[in-house]
């Protein structure tokens, strides 16, 4: 795959994740997060089999370690990310939200630095330090050290919760994808998340719940399913393969502006001065972690090598 592509298949990405907090917000506001989480991956396990069967064939058998693997990617990025992320947007606006998302480069990469040896530089340093402020201003709502004053809501506690999930997912998905496609892999989640999902849902609102939804909401839940999860994970994945995790996430960055247009367009949700100003901050912050110009100041300082010692030879 040309780079050129997988760049315009990220930024697409990165769009397409824009808008499903819209979507999210549609769908938690008409049925709870457990089925609304159940709906969107069992729409999407069902558009992935098709794919990955029209074009690959059967899936792949799996070895233990990579059917463990599966496991915690469905667990992290499926059922935990999803429940936080329905159960955030229920009180917080689709824009804020996608802001402090926005700062989940941030813990990738610090994740990369710590399981995969990558460089930390001063760039990066300071890239962190604006990220963190960028997303306590926007957690906040104007006010950074109300984070600390018991300030923030539920919500905004459970769409950090999104962050966490995605670090794990990000991270895992480095190592399996040594070895797992990344259509693979992203099936084999949906899948476990579907099947973790069912009857929890099931015992939430039972089948007259789903009938409840209205158009709008099932239009969501297309949307979620296929451009947000089936092309958006498998896209992310394709990036997390050749680029690593931290280069991949740094086009989550695209993703508030994204959300805050759209939100402003379709929700009527305004445009605050500390949304604007903790966007600007959190995409900053991840430009400069993913300069690579500036040499790493935690790397040890070479030691030079000793002068060899002549040894004597035959004859000596």
Same mark, same amino acid.
């Given at each position: 795959?040309g780079l050129?592509?997988?760049y315009?298949?990220?930024?697409?990405?990165a769009?397409?994740?824009?808008?499903?907090?819209?979507?999210? !917000?549609v769908?938690s506001?008409?049925t709870d997060?457990?089925?609304?989480t159940?709906? !969107?991956?069992?729409?999407?396990?069902a558009?992935l089999v098709?794919l990955?069967?029209?074009?690959e064939?059967?899936?792949? !058998?799996?070895?233990?370690?990579?059917?463990?693997l599966?496991?915690v990617?469905g667990?992290?990025?499926?059922? *935990?990310?999803?429940?936080? *992320?329905f159960?955030?947007?229920?009180?917080?606006?689709?824009?804020?939200?996608?802001?402090?998302?926005?700062a989940? @480069?941030?813990?990738?990469f610090l994740?990369?630095v710590?399981f995969?040896r990558?460089?930390?530089?001063?760039?990066?340093?300071a890239?962190i330090?604006?990220?963190f402020?960028g997303?306590?201003?926007?957690i906040g709502?104007?006010? @950074?050290?109300a984070?600390?004053q018991g300030?923030?809501g539920w919500?905004?506690?459970?769409i950090?919760?999104?962050v966490a999930?995605w +670090?794990?997912?990000?991270?895992?998905g480095?190592?399996?994808?040594q070895?797992v496609?990344?259509?693979?892999a992203?099936t084999?989640?949906?899948?476990v998340?579907a099947a973790?999902l069912l009857? @929890?849902a099931?015992?939430q609102?039972?089948p007259?719940?789903?009938?409840?939804?209205?158009?709008?909401?099932?239009?969501?839940?297309?949307?979620?399913s296929?451009?947000?999860t089936?092309?958006?994970?498998?896209?992310?994945?394709?990036g997390i393969? +050749?680029l690593?995790p931290s280069?991949?996430?740094? *086009?989550?960055?695209?993703v508030?502006i994204s959300?805050?247009?759209?939100?402003?367009?379709?929700l009527?949700?305004?445009?605050?001065?500390?949304?604007a100003?903790?966007a600007v901050?959190v995409?900053?912050?991840v430009?400069?972690i993913?300069?690579s110009a500036e040499?790493p100041?935690?790397?040890? !300082?070479?030691?030079p090598?000793?002068?060899?010692?002549?040894r @004597?030879g035959?004859?000596?």
């Amino acid at each position: 795959m040309g780079l050129t592509l997988l760049y315009i298949k990220l930024v697409l990405t990165a769009v397409f994740w824009g808008g499903t907090f819209i979507a999210g !917000r549609v769908v938690s506001s008409q049925t709870d997060p457990v089925t609304a989480t159940f709906l !969107r991956f069992a729409m999407a396990s069902a558009a992935l089999v098709f794919l990955a069967r029209r074009r690959e064939g059967l899936l792949p !058998r799996l070895t233990r370690r990579q059917a463990v693997l599966i496991l915690v990617l469905g667990l992290s990025g499926v059922v *935990f990310y999803n429940l936080f *992320f329905f159960g955030g947007l229920k009180t917080v606006p689709a824009g804020r939200a996608s802001v402090i998302v926005a700062a989940n @480069p941030i813990f990738i990469f610090l994740g990369s630095v710590l399981f995969f040896r990558e460089s930390f530089t001063r760039l990066r340093a300071a890239g962190i330090a604006l990220s963190f402020a960028g997303a306590a201003l926007v957690i906040g709502r104007g006010r @950074p050290l109300a984070v600390f004053q018991g300030g923030v809501g539920w919500g905004e506690f459970l769409i950090l919760g999104c962050v966490a999930s995605w +670090v794990v997912y990000s991270l895992v998905g480095k190592v399996i994808m040594q070895d797992v496609l990344p259509r693979t892999a992203v099936t084999g989640a949906c899948l476990v998340g579907a099947a973790g999902l069912l009857a @929890p849902a099931l015992l939430q609102t039972g089948p007259a719940g789903l009938v409840r939804l209205s158009g709008s909401a099932w239009l969501g839940l297309a949307y979620l399913s296929f451009f947000g999860t089936a092309l958006g994970f498998s896209w992310y994945y394709d990036g997390i393969r +050749v680029l690593g995790p931290s280069r991949a996430a740094v *086009f989550i960055n695209l993703v508030p502006i994204s959300a805050v247009v759209l939100a402003w367009l379709l929700l009527g949700e305004t445009l605050d001065a500390s949304l604007a100003a903790g966007a600007v901050l959190v995409v900053l912050g991840v430009y400069l972690i993913n300069r690579s110009a500036e040499r790493p100041f935690l790397r040890r !300082r070479p030691v030079p090598p000793r002068p060899e010692t002549a040894r @004597p030879g035959p004859g000596r």
